[in-house]
T-cell receptor, first 113, second 114 residues
Framework: QKEVEQDPGPLSVPEGAIVSLNCTYS??????FMWYRQYSRKGPELLMY????GNKEDGRFTAQVDKSSKYISLFIRDSQPSDSATYLC?????????????FGQGTTLQVKP | DAGVIQSPRHEVTEMGQEVTLRCKPI?????LFWYRQTMMRGLELLIY????????DSGMPEDRFSAKMPNASFSTLKIQPSEPRDSAVYFC????????????FGPGTRLLVL
């Protein structure tokens, strides 16, 4: 079993829809949770990060962590065609670069105009 | 800042050949990471450096892979001899310091070994 599981999709939604992207994990030591966005043929870029449980909002994006269920989510409101990309969750047991960052497989999202 | 720079962007080679991938991290970043991305395995950490010193190379698949960082502005990942299963996108990423969350990734090198 992989440490981090993420449905690869693809997920196709109409413009303006609310998108929910999810990851599950098995390692209870994970404390730091990140979402990266990767456009086609580009490197991943950090979108949001959260520490431990709870929600974090940034514009149209909301990251949610439920440590009791070992489940994290990224919600995108009023989705736009420019949101079409692959979204990777990533997590670590320690802050910064002293520990390994474990990535999910990525979910490919297409937002149709 | 130009961001993390990788070269070449694309590489096609034949099995058995030596492949060298290059990376220039963002100036002032103390950490440098090499990742490999495939459809099957996703994004995997191969090795990372702190202040030019290799810290964790447990992700390097086998002895055919080697990485060096001779100075703060340059790193190489070498595969010798290359095999078709090495075909992947190789990313270099850098980070400012120990406490920074998140990595700055380069554009990647697409490697195809025939």
């Amino acid at each position: 079993q992989k440490e981090v599981e993420q449905d690869p999709g693809p997920l196709s939604v109409p413009e303006g829809a609310i998108v929910s992207l999810n990851c599950t994990y098995s390692n209870s030591a994970f404390q730091y949770f990140m979402w990266y966005r990767q456009y086609s043929r580009k490197g991943p870029e950090l979108l949001m990060y959260t520490y431990s449980s709870g929600n974090k909002e940034d514009g149209r994006f909301t990251a949610q962590v439920d440590k009791s269920s070992k489940y994290i989510s990224l919600f995108i409101r009023d989705s736009q065609p420019s949101d079409s990309a692959t979204y990777l969750c990533a997590m670590s047991a320690t802050r910064g670069n002293t520990g390994k960052l474990i990535f999910g497989q990525g979910t490919t999202l297409q937002v149709k105009p | 800042d130009a961001g993390v720079i990788q070269s070449p962007r694309h590489e096609v080679t034949e099995m058995g050949q030596e492949v060298t991938l290059r990376c220039k991290p963002i100036s002032g970043h103390d950490y440098l990471f090499w990742y490999r991305q495939t459809m099957m395995r996703g994004l995997e950490l191969l090795i990372y450096f702190n202040n030019n010193v290799p810290i964790d190379d447990s992700g390097m698949p086998e002895d055919r892979f080697s990485a060096k960082m001779p100075n703060a502005s340059f790193s190489t990942l070498k595969i010798q001899p290359s095999e078709p299963r090495d075909s992947a996108v190789y990313f270099c990423a850098s980070s400012r310091d120990r406490e920074t969350l998140g990595l700055d990734f380069g554009p990647g090198t697409r490697l195809l070994v025939l």
